[in-house]
C-alpha cells in the first residue's frame, strides 16, 4: 500500500523530487508530506553558473491543493549550493524548483492557481470563506495579494476594454484592461488616472481599439498614451440607449377655448 502511495505521489508531483516518507494526521484533516530534491546540481539565479558544491539545507513548508478533503502539507527540503563564479554577488544560493513553487512562497504553484482563481472569480471575503472550506485557507488580504502579483494574460491584444473597479469602495480605485476577443484580463492598473493609462498604452502600441466609459480621465489617457487608436463609448446597460419620448399634445385649457369661441363669434 505505501508502495503504491509513494508511486502516486511521484506521479502526481513533478521529476526530481524524491519523497522519503508519509505521515497522515486524520484527526487534524491534513496530510503532511516530506520530500528532498534529488538533483545533484543547480544554477546560480544570478550569473547561471551550474554548481554542485553544497553548502547547507534548510526546511520549507509549501502548502498544497486539499486531496479528498485533507489539506496538504509539504515540508520540503531545500539545499543550498556555492557559486563557482568569484566575481558573482551572489555566492550562496537555493536550489530553484520552478515546476512546482516559485522562490520566498508559501505555497505550491497549483495551490497559488487556485486562490488567483477564487480571488477573481469572488470577492475577496467570499473567496476567502471558500478557501477554509477547501482546506487551502487564505485571508482576504491574502487573496487581493495573489491576484495581483499573478499575471493573468499577455497584453497583445489589438482591442481591449478599459474600466475601473474598486477594492474599497469610495477609497481606493483600480484600472483593469480585458482583451475583448478573448474575454481575458491583461493587466490591472494601481489607479485610474489618465496618465497611469497613458504610460500603459506607450509600452502597448499593438492597440488599435479601447471600449471605455465616458470617463474623462480615460479619454485623456488614451488621447495622450494612443491617440491614434480607436475610441468606443461602451453603453452601462448593454443595450442601445433609448429614443427621446415625443411630447404628448396638450388639450388646450378653459381660458384657450374662451379666447377661440371669443375670436369665432367675431369673426362671424
Given amino acids: ?13 513533478p521529476s526530481g523530487l524524491k519523497f522519503r516518507d508519509l505521515q497522515v494526521e486524520i484527526g487534524a484533516e491534513q496530510v503532511h508530506l516530506q520530500a528532498a530534491s534529488t538533483s545533484g546540481s543547480a544554477p546560480c539565479p544570478q550569473c547561471g553558473t551550474v554548481s554542485t558544491h553544497r553548502h547547507s539545507h534548510y526546511c520549507r513548508t509549501l502548502r498544497d491543493v486539499s486531496w ?41 504553484t497549483s495551490c497559488a492557481d487556485c486562490l488567483r482563481r477564487l480571488g477573481t472569480a469572488l470577492n475577496a471575503r467570499g473567496g476567502s470563506r471558500l478557501a477554509h472550506d477547501l482546506h487551502v485557507p487564505a485571508s482576504p488580504t491574502t487573496l487581493l495579494r495573489v491576484v495581483r502579483q499573478t499575471q493573468v494574460g499577455t497584453a497583445t491584444a489589438k482591442i481591449i476594454g478599459v474600466d475601473n473597479f474598486a477594492f474599497r469602495r469610495g477609497h481606493t480605485y483600480d484600472t483593469i484592461i480585458v482583451d475583448l476577443d478573448t474575454h481575458q484580463p491583461i493587466d490591472v492598473l494601481p489607479d485610474r488616472s489618465a496618465q497611469t493609462l497613458a504610460t500603459w498604452l506607450r509600452t502597448h502600441p499593438e492597440v488599435e481599439t479601447v471600449v471605455r466609459d465616458r470617463s474623462t480621465d480615460y479619454a485623456a489617457g488614451i488621447n495622450e498614451g494612443r491617440p491614434e487608436a480607436q475610441q468606443v463609448l461602451d453603453c452601462p446597460t448593454g443595450r442601445a440607449k433609448p429614443a427621446p419620448r415625443l411630447a404628448r399634445p396638450q388639450k388646450p385649457s378653459r381660458h384657450t377655448r374662451t379666447l377661440d369661441c371669443a375670436a369665432s363669434d367675431a369673426a362671424a
Fill in 1 to 13: 500500500m505505501d508502495a503504491l502511495l509513494l508511486a502516486l505521489l511521484h506521479a502526481v508531483f
Fill in 68 to 108: 479528498a478533503g485533507f489539506g496538504v502539507l509539504i515540508k520540503l527540503d531545500v539545499r543550498r549550493f556555492r557559486c563557482r563564479d568569484a566575481q558573482c554577488s551572489c555566492q550562496v544560493f537555493a536550489e530553484r524548483l520552478p515546476a512546482l513553487t516559485i522562490p520566498y512562497a508559501q505555497r505550491t
